[in-house]
């Protein structure tokens, strides 16, 4: 306890120190205060303003605020009757703001709480012609819009031409009927318009019919006959003019069996277009392998790519039927029909291969046709 003794008067002796200063240095301050007159009270004189507001200087007040206004109206129709659910829409001058409201029973509307400035108004109704008004509205204003009458909307008839594709298809096939090879050979089931109108029934078998009866169908089936004549085909017609006949009926047998078959009958029951359409178009070896597939794909009705079901179902078709009327010993069998079948097959791929590379540039009167769109 011996340095408590030590310590303790020197403490006290700097505590009374620290107190005589601070008495020292605020002695001026209190003088000063003292000598100072005493606030006067907003209420001791009224000349003197009162207390200002929080977060003003003394230079001025903050403005008093804008008064808003109202602006109502009321709706009627074109004989003076009330509108009652009208759509009322009040957009500012600077599109800021959008309010809208819908008209009451009593065809009246109203907008309360609206700064002033201009404005538009624009009143809406089914069955109506939409109404607009402009206005400006001052501070405090309860502005009266005037009564705004409705009119009926005039009605707008919209006038669709679709075109008849059954007469668009009649066009083509008129033009169709105008492509021969060389000017001579028919070429009517190629159509150079890849977008072709669909053919009906009653056109694919007027196309087939056209086909089977035109005069240069019947001399080249006699070229035929001649050939087969002179290489003996099928002995059992024997020779000379009966031998003939016999080779030219069944050679224009299988060509209209095939033709009505193929290209009318089966193309109607299965909606498929029997016709090749020409590409003309992109790579040599894209235009090769699309001739190639049209052998066994075709257009539907739809204009959606199949498989050629009425091409190949009628080359099976026209082979058993040939049976009918080749002599017996060269009637094939169910195997050798199919047989043939296939082989058509290839052929019909050749075809198209000239068609695509070759005949294109032999038809003067391919048609250019361009149907009209739908």
């Not at 306890?1 to 005589?20: H, S």
């Not at 070429?187 to 890849?194: I, K």
């Amino acid at each position: 306890m011996g340095w408590m003794a030590v310590i303790m008067p020197r403490y006290k002796a700097n505590m009374a120190w620290l107190g005589l200063s601070a008495l020292f240095w605020n002695f001026p301050a209190m003088a000063l205060a003292q000598s100072q007159d005493p606030p006067v009270s907003a209420g001791a004189d009224s000349s003197l303003p009162g207390p200002l507001p929080i977060g003003t200087s003394a230079r001025g007040r903050l403005p008093e605020p804008k008064s808003l206004g109202s602006i109502s109206g009321i709706v009627l129709d074109a004989t003076g009757a009330l509108v009652a659910g009208a759509s009322v829409k009040l957009t500012r001058e600077d599109a800021t703001s959008i309010l809208e409201v819908a008209s009451n029973e009593d065809g009246r509307f109203s907008f309360a709480n609206i700064a002033p400035g201009r404005f538009l108004l624009t009143i809406t109704l089914a069955g109506f012609a939409a109404q607009t008004f402009s206005g400006v509205l001052n501070a405090g204003e309860v502005y009266t819009v005037p009564e705004t009458s409705l009119t009926i909307a005039t009605a707008v008839t919209e006038v669709r031409v679709v075109p008849n594709l059954t007469a668009e298809a009649q066009l083509e096939i008129r033009e169709q009927e105008k492509q021969r090879v060389l000017g001579v050979i028919p070429n009517f089931y190629v159509s150079y318009v890849p977008n072709a109108a669909p053919l009906t029934p009653k056109q694919k078998f007027e196309l087939a019919w056209k086909t089977t009866v035109d005069p240069v169908t019947f001399g080249l089936n006699g070229a035929i006959a001649g050939i087969q004549q002179a290489q003996n085909d099928f002995p059992g017609y024997g020779q000379g003019a009966q031998g003939f006949l016999k080779r030219y009926g069944a050679s224009y047998a299988d060509l209209a069996t095939e033709t009505f078959i193929g290209g009318a009958i089966l193309p109607s029951l299965l909606k498929q277009d029997p016709r090749y359409f020409y590409k003309g178009s992109g790579s040599k070896r894209s235009r090769f392998l699309y001739a190639i597939a049209n052998a066994v794909i075709c257009k539907g009705d739809d204009g959606r790519w199949q498989a050629n079901y009425s091409g190949i179902l009628g080359s099976i078709a026209a082979g058993g039927i040939s049976n009918l009327y080749y002599p017996a010993q060269d009637r094939n069998g169910a195997a050798l029909t199919f047989e043939n079948a296939l082989i058509e097959v290839g052929e019909t791929a050749a075809a198209n291969l000239l068609q695509e590379f070759v005949v294109r540039r032999l038809t003067p009167g391919a048609s250019t046709h361009q149907p009209v769109e739908p």
